[in-house]
DNA sequence: GAATATATTCAAGCCCGCTTAACTAGTTAA
DNA sequence: TTAACTAGTTAAGCGGGCTTGAATATATTC
């Protein structure tokens, strides 16, 4: 067994156990806000991108521009996010997270990964800082090479 | 800053990459194969915890048990499923992954997470050991405190 | 064994997100 | 300044997953 293969069978139990037990959770919180699976993408990717424009993020999340707008138009109804026009592109809108949709989208990956740390603090503290080291290292690796 | 903070903090940051990654892999696995958010969740759960019945599963993804018994019964159709008698209780079915679904839900996993790899391969050895060893504690943790 | 409860399925209909196609407005270029 | 192109919105309609309520079959309880 070489290391690179123990990595990615470690990461995919990883990903087997996180995937499975955020599912229900990402359920409840499109039934509790109301919000369907591309409107939560859309967050997801206005919180982590900053600010976007419409086919931008149609492309993004596999829909058309249509679907795209629409789906925004309803969260900017919302108060979720700040549609702006572009002052270059005047043709163009930019959006943005409104205050409420980034405490929202946040409050909701809170609410999904709560029971990671309930796990991680049944751990010895050097178990936490191997965790947080391992995690600071991925996270910075995976920023570096942004789609 | 204690240790506890820290480590919510980095933990939320790594789920906030990794759920906005995963997004569109999981919106493009939905779509190549025709299965719905709800079918793509009963395909994790029987995958992550064995057999189930099918107002178990629903009840655990949110569903009606009406709702659950349709989408299970597509995937039954799609040979995903396998839905037999239980001999106990002949009411009652036993789902369980046919091999066919196992094998699509993995493939589904490993292209979600296949950036990791391509994100930890410019990794020394070293860091990947360390890796290693938390994800593994991790996922161990988090197995003694199924729902 | 009659009544009640449980597990699942069936049937009808609703709701909503998506697509296509048309439309508006602004930009670019000949 | 006209034509072609781009960004976004709007409108109409479709499809599919969901819910409710009834139906079927088996279990349990008295």
């Known amino acids: 067994m070489q290391t690179p293969k123990q990595l990615s069978e470690v990461?995919?139990?990883?990903?087997?156990?996180?995937?499975?037990?955020s599912g229900r959770d990402f359920k409840r919180f499109m039934d509790t806000t109301g919000l369907s699976f591309s409107q939560v993408?859309?967050?997801m990717r206005l919180l982590h991108g900053g600010s976007a424009g419409v086919s931008e993020i149609g492309e993004k999340i596999g829909v058309t521009n249509a679907a795209a707008s629409q789906a925004i138009d309803r969260m900017v109804q919302m108060g979720l996010i700040v549609r702006t026009e572009d002052p270059q592109d005047r043709r163009a809108k930019r959006l943005e997270l409104a205050p409420k949709g980034r405490d929202l989208i946040e409050k909701g990956i809170k609410a999904r990964i709560k029971w990671i740390e309930d796990v991680t603090n049944s751990l010895t503290l050097e178990q936490q800082e191997m965790i947080i080291s391992a995690l600071t290292l991925l996270t910075e690796a995976a920023r570096t090479t942004e789609d």
């Open 11 to 21: 990461v995919r139990e990883w990903a087997e156990v996180f995937m499975h037990r």
């Open 41 to 43: 993408n859309i967050l």
